[in-house]
């Protein structure tokens, strides 16, 4: 147990968000060399902290941004898909972020990369809390427009690279094409070191939402690293990305601040799927997009020295939620309380003081589909699908996993274990129970939407 005693001013928040990174990719999850790199930073780091096995993302890229952001699963925020260009959504005014939290705590907020929780004026960052953005509206394929022969730029949509500031219209910097792309984490890491630099210097505490754009397809290493794996264009990424947050962590060190820094590197969904960019779920099967461990398991690690105990590890369930509402507590912020959060307050559990998580279990979604339940080591699902661009298959009953005897979710033994049902039923009827308190928003819903609540 940890014997230090808790921290009682406002520590700096880095939250590493890191694209599309398979449960399988990095060395301290069973990857790096194997995968084609290593990745010594981000293992070393894993030694420093906290290491988890069962944390859990959503199963898209908008849907984790979005439960991240609100600390609420993204069904209820309208964001439980990612939207087709032009079809709007994104954030409704009525939500609260983490940044504008933060910010009314007296952080400075910036964000550097995807964004991908609206693409229309009072749905960027900037309207959402965050002081400073440069990065992408939506996805980094749309760089391959560009490179289609069936497109046209003086008739189609352009993408483009952004940047906004609080208070100021955002504008569009560049066109993101595959040269863009190749580039722009060097350009993500120029603006994060230097907005930590000038607050640091202004003795603020400052809020980082570092969105990395690796592993997304496609990786094109920068010039520095490509050929430098050996192994191809995905290992010499793998590399970028492990640089990239070790150059990071030295600043911090650097300037002194590494022991006021909550600093957590985790992924928004399991691995890539398409060829020849595809990820690893290493342990577990499937990939993003399903309702498979590969989907709902990603790296994540937390280190705060001196309060989160170094070198432990647990295959405790920590959900995306939770680092919502364990920010916002560690940063002396204000839970909001006219509205249903699901992240759990995970700092006994995180801090040491306890073995076991908050939270037993969650409900899952793929799109609308509420596709299973998880509660302890057992997985209940209601479709199958393990990849991405599998077919979904209706289950006439749910299939049980026990997910220790059998990570791959192989064989249903429901017949031999159908006391634990009774628990995930729980789980689900308490998930509509809120939903009777509290109308879900629907997607593309009108950006001064709020939802009807019972509360009241």
Same mark, same amino acid.
């Given at each position: 147990m940890n014997e230090t005693m808790a921290y009682t001013g406002k520590p700096n928040v880095v939250l590493f968000f890191v694209d599309n990174l398979g449960f399988g990719e990095l060395g301290c999850y069973g990857g790096g060399i194997l995968r084609g790199a290593d990745t010594r930073r981000i293992d070393q780091f894993s030694e420093e902290g906290m290491k988890l096995l069962n944390f859990a993302p959503e199963a898209q890229c908008t849907p984790s941004r979005s439960a991240l952001m609100t600390g609420r699963y993204s069904i209820r925020s309208g964001n439980q898909s990612v939207p087709a260009y032009g079809m709007g959504g994104g954030l409704v005014r009525w939500e609260r972020t983490i940044a504008e939290i933060l910010s009314e705590a007296g952080y400075a907020t910036q964000i550097v990369g995807k964004w991908h929780i609206g693409d229309t004026d009072g749905r960027w960052p900037t309207d959402h809390g965050f002081d400073e953005w440069y990065g992408l509206p939506r996805t980094y394929d749309e760089c391959l427009w560009s490179e289609d022969p069936w497109y046209n730029p003086k008739r189609d949509p352009i993408s483009y690279v952004m940047q906004g500031r609080k208070g100021e219209s955002v504008r569009s910097v560049k066109q993101l094409t595959l040269d863009v792309r190749k580039d722009i984490d060097t350009e993500y890491q120029q603006r994060a070191l230097d907005f930590i630099r000038r607050n640091v210097k202004a003795g603020k505490p400052f809020f980082l939402y570092y969105c990395h754009s690796m592993l997304h397809l496609p990786t094109i290493p920068r010039d520095e690293f490509k050929g430098k794996s050996g192994n191809g264009d995905w290992a010499d990424c793998?590399?970028?990305?492990?640089?990239?947050?070790?150059? =990071?962590?030295?600043? /911090?060190?650097? /300037?002194? &601040?590494?022991?006021?820094?909550?600093?957590?590197?985790?992924?928004?969904?399991?691995?890539?799927?398409?060829? +020849? %960019? !595809?990820?690893?779920?290493?342990?577990?099967?499937?990939?993003?997009?399903?309702?498979?461990?590969?989907?709902? !398991?990603? *790296?994540?690690?937390?280190? %705060?020295?001196?309060?989160? +105990?170094?070198? !432990?590890?647990?295959?405790?369930?920590?959900?995306?939620?939770?680092?919502?509402?364990? &920010?916002?507590?560690?940063?002396?912020?204000?839970?909001?309380?006219?509205?249903?959060?699901?992240?759990?307050?995970?700092?006994?559990?995180? =801090?040491?003081?306890?073995?076991?998580?908050?939270?037993?279990?969650?409900?899952?979604?793929?799109?609308?589909?509420?596709?299973?339940?998880?509660? @302890?080591? %057992?997985?209940? &699902?209601?479709?199958?699908?393990?990849?991405?661009?599998? *077919?979904?298959?209706?289950?006439?009953?749910?299939?049980?996993?026990? =997910?220790?005897?059998? *990570? @791959?979710?192989?064989?249903?033994?429901?017949?031999?274990?159908? %006391?634990?049902?009774?628990?995930?039923? @729980?789980?689900?009827?308490?998930?509509?129970?809120?939903?009777?308190?509290?109308?879900?928003?629907?997607?593309?819903?009108?950006?001064?939407?709020?939802? @009807?609540?019972?509360?009241?």
């Open positions: 793998l590399m970028e990305m492990d640089h990239d947050f070790g150059q =990071l962590l030295d600043l /911090l060190d650097e /300037l002194g &601040i590494r022991d006021n820094t909550v600093v957590v590197f985790f992924g928004d969904n399991g691995a890539e799927e398409t060829l +020849p %960019w !595809r990820g690893t779920s290493g342990f577990f099967e499937g990939s993003y997009f399903t309702g498979s461990e590969g989907s709902l !398991r990603t *790296p994540c690690m937390i280190r %705060w020295p001196k309060q989160v +105990p170094a070198s !432990r590890v647990s295959d405790e369930i920590v959900h995306i939620t939770d680092i919502f509402t364990t &920010i916002v507590r560690w940063a002396g912020g204000e839970m909001p309380t006219d509205r249903v959060i699901d992240g759990i307050d995970q700092r006994p559990f995180l =801090l040491g003081k306890q073995d076991n998580s908050n939270r037993e279990g969650f409900p899952f979604w793929n799109g609308d589909r509420l596709y299973g339940v998880k509660w @302890k080591n %057992w997985k209940g &699902i209601f479709y199958r699908q393990k990849y991405m661009w599998d *077919p979904v298959e209706t289950l006439p009953t749910p299939h049980l996993y026990n =997910l220790i005897e059998d *990570p @791959k979710e192989r064989e249903n033994v429901a017949i031999h274990h159908s %006391w634990v049902l009774a628990h995930m039923a @729980k789980i689900v009827a308490e998930f509509y129970k809120s939903v009777e308190k509290e109308q879900l928003i629907p997607p593309s819903a009108p950006i001064d939407f709020v939802p @009807k609540s019972g509360q009241h």
